[in-house]
């Protein structure tokens, strides 16, 4: 059997400043017809510069400098750029990441995918475009004559992908390659997503590669797996191997830091120490020997060879007979939390029906009779935060968390509501608050790339809280001390303070940005997706760092996150929002397990495990965030439970379900618990 | 869109009536007695104050504001207190003409080269090509219009005397003089909007590329002379055809240098004379109307940008 991809000893350079560093270091794969194929590597491993290379397909300063790409027989480093245009979208197709940006703004979504067969198979332009409206009904969109005439930035990302898969599809390409498809859409969205894939790469029978760091998405989906690593392959194997008797040093410990529902906030998170190797100081040994937990000096000094062995599996490392047959161990036990204090009894944070809705007439508006259209982001939401714990807050974008939380922290006006931190009334206006309500309060962002300044310094963004925030009466010294206690509070050396965000890596900023954060001794810090920009071995770090500063600093988190598993590590109350309103909240424990309500299950059953045997739970959500809101429960045009007209008509009852335990649902507790019951156990 | 349109006229309106006080307020501050300015030094007391009168110079300022603001909207612009009192509606408006023909003849000449070379820079970008045209179109827009201006007339008037040097031909004359008149002034005001308008499509088309709808386009194996003309053209030229529609404005009535350089009848000339001869009436109307037409061209602007990019809606 031909495979369909067969890479030899591929070498891959970039041009960068006028110098050529190596990319991809002597990566051989192999996809065979029919198979999924998972591609799975941190940011800067080089997966999707392979994935591209594989299409034969290199940015204008990269070549290959050693090694070839057989498709299906075929060398594609011989082929001309004219016979490249006639193997791109119709034997290889690209499912891109970010499909919105992937998308031609300015053209119409079914004029795109018939593009594809108009130019392949010689279709008329009409004849294509009514090819093209059969393959939106084929991913699955409900409306494909009314989708197929409406411009990429009219779909919400869901639909923006289903056009993009529906355009590498309709060709009956041999091989797809899918470059992190989900990667920016919401769980629940995933999920869907994800199961198409799984019909549709079946139903042609393609061959798939699929680009992912999401170990659970991998393990759900792929038949194999190749793990890459400084551009280097670690190792490859069926999907089960890599999983569940991993031999690598690396693949052990990648999988041991995701954080995972069941592990409560008791523990503590394996992590890989160190970062990942850049791209000009390739090592002479193996490439992940500086984070290897158990790196002899051999390792340091020589490149492993990547060696087949039984089992179809191939494995790059020095070690692999003692990791194979038992001898060593990597322990990857998550660890007791002996820092861990129980939180307080009294309140850091309490909010009352908090309010606040975007779109309302401007006084342009009311002179030119305009009815902007309103949304209810955050409507009638009330809170309490023990003080020294952590409130995690969870739902899809859309679900008013994040307003929420700029509410709190003042960077939006609550329409109405009422806050005390501390005991002390917090006005909804920021300009009214005291300096020490400012100072109370701080929050960490998403993405510290945005948020640190690039043209200061790191000390001297710490140092700028400080002065503006802090002791006026601080001397020149006295902050230069408190920046590098700061520091080092966040496990950085006290000499980053002179260095540039540029020079840093993506945990290293965002140990800055909480090291700002808590600069003011802040009773509660805000974390919106601290970690979601963060690759997994970063995350765990960042995680178990938050969790020490909980304890040594004496603050509270509220936590927004989409990872269910994130937030189920840090925090000892949930509360699950939808459309403006907690829909349920209570124990981690307990909102994950039945009874829940149908939404929280729904986000719980999407959650991709990284474990390849376990059951594939039954609840999806359909549709999207419904546009207008709905009546009765707000949750009702996506519900898969259901029950009947009042769930229409009816807003729910909000129930207490047990020790604080609430949820707002027509069905009654103990009927939900029933329901709920023939679920798989989720891991 | 109906809706986004009479939201839009009605601020056009708002703009026009503020800057219409503003216009009015300057003309008030303007040193100088009107009746005496009209009728000489040696006028008698008595004709001036009858003159004062008649003019409506002795009712209060707030008055007389809104009399010039009645007027000017019903048409009735008043009379030229220069060149025998001539009624300044058919003035201004025959020099309206001759600037929108220049302005238009301008936009034919520079848009189509313009873009071509910006678009020929962005796509060769940083090689020799690229340079050149760089080069070429900044040392252009470098040199001010009466530089040029009095170039072309050297070259192409005087010394070949393929053209004339100045465009004083009646409106009467025939188009081919009329275009013959023309030609110097619109490549004068050519080579000031070629130098914006090419830097702006480059740069459009550089930003283009590096989208990553490109790779897709190229990656469904679209031919890449197909991939430039059906995904990148349409998305690069959007803020290119903003600042032409813009620029439209400033042909009507900006082109006061050019005009005056080759003695163009247009509203730009009519402002200096107005001005030069305290002709406080005319020189309202013609500011009234350069504004109105910059509104316009901003407006035209704002619906052609929504038009070509579906991301815009107008609500």
């Known amino acids: ?683 | 869109m109906l809706r986004y349109l009479v939201r839009r006229i009605l601020l056009l309106m708002v703009t026009l009536l503020i800057t219409s006080a503003f216009i009015f307020a300057l003309t008030q501050v303007i040193p100088g007695d009107v009746p005496r300015l009209i009728l000489g030094r040696d006028a008698p007391p008595q004709a001036v104050e009858d003159l004062r009168e008649r003019l409506g110079l002795n009712q209060p300022v707030p008055q007389q504001y809104i009399n010039w603001l009645m007027g000017f909207v019903t048409g009735d612009w008043g009379t030229s207190f220069t060149g025998g009192s001539a009624p300044i509606r058919p003035l201004v408006m025959e020099r309206l003409g001759n600037s929108m023909r220049l302005a238009l003849l301008t936009l034919i000449i520079s848009v189509p080269i313009s873009i071509a070379l910006g678009v020929i820079a962005g796509l060769f970008e940083n090689t020799w090509i690229d340079s050149l045209i760089s080069i070429l179109t900044l040392s252009v827009v470098g040199l001010p219009e009466f530089v040029t201006g009095l170039i072309l007339i050297n070259v192409f008037a005087l010394g070949f005397g393929w053209l004339p040097a100045s465009a004083t031909a009646p409106s009467t004359a025939s188009v081919g003089d009329w275009l013959r008149q023309l030609i110097l002034p619109a490549l004068s005001a050519s080579f000031v909007l070629m130098a914006y308008v090419v830097r702006m499509t480059r740069a459009g088309i550089i930003d283009e590329l590096k989208k990553p709808y490109v790779r897709t386009a190229i990656l469904k194996g679209v031919p890449q002379r197909q991939v430039i003309t059906r995904h990148v053209l349409r998305n690069a030229l959007l803020p290119t055809i903003t600042v032409i529609a813009v620029s439209f404005g400033w042909l009507i009535g900006g082109l006061v240098v050019i005009e005056n350089v080759f003695s163009f009848p247009g509203l730009g000339r009519l402002m200096t004379n107005a001005v030069e001869r305290k002709d406080i009436p005319l020189m309202q109307a013609v500011v009234m109307v350069t504004i109105f037409f910059f509104a316009i061209a901003n407006l035209a602007a704002d619906l052609l940008y929504a038009l070509l990019n579906p991301r815009i809606r107008l609500e």
Not at chain 1, 151 to 167: C, D, F, K, N
Not at chain 1, 513 to 532: G, M, N, Q
Request: neutral net charge; proline residues 7%; hydrophobic residues 40%.
């Open chain 1, 1 to 683: 059997m031909t495979p369909i991809i067969q890479a030899e000893h591929l070498y891959l350079d970039y041009k960068l400043n006028d110098q050529w560093v190596n990319a991809l270091h002597d990566v051989s794969l192999i996809i065979n017809p029919l198979e999924i194929h998972g591609l799975v590597g941190e940011s800067g491993s080089g997966k999707s510069t392979l994935a591209l290379a594989l299409m034969n397909y290199l940015a204008p300063n990269a070549r290959i400098s050693k090694g070839s790409v057989l498709f299906d027989g075929t060398d594609l480093g011989t082929q001309s750029p004219r016979d490249m245009r006639g193997i791109w979208g119709r034997l290889i197709s690209l499912v891109p990441q970010d499909s919105l940006a992937a998308l031609n703004p300015s053209q119409r979504v079914g004029d795109q995918i018939a593009e594809v067969t108009h130019l392949h198979e010689g279709l008329s332009v009409k004849a294509a475009r009514v090819q093209a409206i059969e393959m939106l009904r084929r991913v699955k969109i409900a409306n494909p004559e009314g989708t197929a005439k409406r411009y990429p930035h009219e779909l919400s990302g869901g639909m923006q992908q289903r056009v993009t898969i529906a355009m590498a599809l309709s060709t009956r390409p041999r091989l797809l390659i899918l470059d992190e498809p989900t990667t920016a859409l919401d769980v629940t969205t995933q999920a869907v997503i994800i199961d198409l894939f799984r019909e549709l790469i079946h139903d042609n029978q393609a061959a798939a590669l699929y680009v992912s760091h999401n170990l659970g998405l991998v393990a759900q989906l792929c038949d194999r797996v190749t793990v890459l690593y400084g551009g280097e392959v670690m190792a490859s194997a069926p999907v089960a191997d890599i999983f569940q008797r991993p031999i690598h040093p690396y693949t052990i410990s990648l999988l041991a830091s995701l954080p995972r529902l069941t592990e409560g906030t008791e523990t503590r998170l394996p992590t890989i120490e160190g970062t990942a190797p850049s791209l000009t100081g390739r090592p002479r040994g193996c490439v992940f020997a500086s984070r290897c937990p158990v790196a002899l000096p051999l390792c340091h000094e020589q490149k492993p060879p990547l060696e087949q062995i039984e089992g179809e599996r191939w494995v790059k490392c020095h070690r692999w007979r003692e990791m194979d047959s038992g001898e060593l161990m990597i322990d990857t036990a998550p660890k007791a939390d002996v820092s861990a204090a129980p939180p307080h009894a009294s309140y850091v944070l309490t909010a009352e029906d908090m309010r606040k809705a975007f779109g309302k007439p401007s006084l342009l508006d009311r002179l030119t009779m305009r009815q902007p259209k309103v949304v209810r982001a955050v409507d009638g939401v009330s809170l309490r935060l023990l003080e020294r714990s952590t409130l995690g807050l969870v739902g899809e974008s859309g679900s008013g968390k994040t307003t929420l939380a700029r509410l709190i922290v003042g960077l939006e006006t609550a329409d109405s509501g009422t806050m005390e931190l501390l005991h002390v009334h917090l006005p909804n206006k920021l300009d009214q608050r005291t300096p020490e309500l400012l100072r109370g309060l701080q929050m960490i962002f998403q993405n510290p790339n945005d948020t640190l300044n690039p043209y200061q310094t790191v000390g001297a963004q710490i140092a700028r809280t400080l002065k503006r925030l802090g002791d006026r009466s601080l001397s020149r010294e006295q902050i230069k001390a408190r920046v590098v206690e700061l520091l080092q509070a966040v496990r950085l050396p006290a000499d980053y303070a002179n260095r540039y965000s540029s020079e840093l890596s993506g945990g290293e900023k965002q140990r800055v940005a909480i090291a700002r954060a808590f600069s003011t001794h802040p009773a509660l810090v805000l974390a919106d997706e601290p970690t979601s920009s963060l690759d997994v071995s970063v995350q765990s770090v960042i995680l178990n760092l938050l969790k020490d500063l909980r304890t040594q600093q004496g603050a509270s988190y509220l936590l927004i996150s989409h990872d269910l598993n994130v937030v189920s590590y840090l925090a000892d109350w949930i509360a699950v929002m939808y459309l403006g309103e907690v829909v349920e909240e209570g124990p981690p424990a307990v909102v994950y397990t039945a009874p829940s309500h149908p939404y929280t299950e729904a986000l719980v059953s999407a959650i991709p495990t990284p474990d390849p045997t376990a059951q594939d739970k039954r609840i999806r959500l359909e549709g999207d965030l419904p546009v207008e809101l709905p009546t009765g429960c707000r949750f009702h045009t996506r519900c898969p439970r259901k029950i009947g007209a009042i769930c229409e008509t009816d807003v729910p009852p909000y129930r207490e379900a047990g020790a604080g335990h609430m949820i707002r649902c027509h069905i009654p507790v103990d009927e939900l618990a029933r329901l709920q019951q023939s679920l798989p156990e989720t891991t």
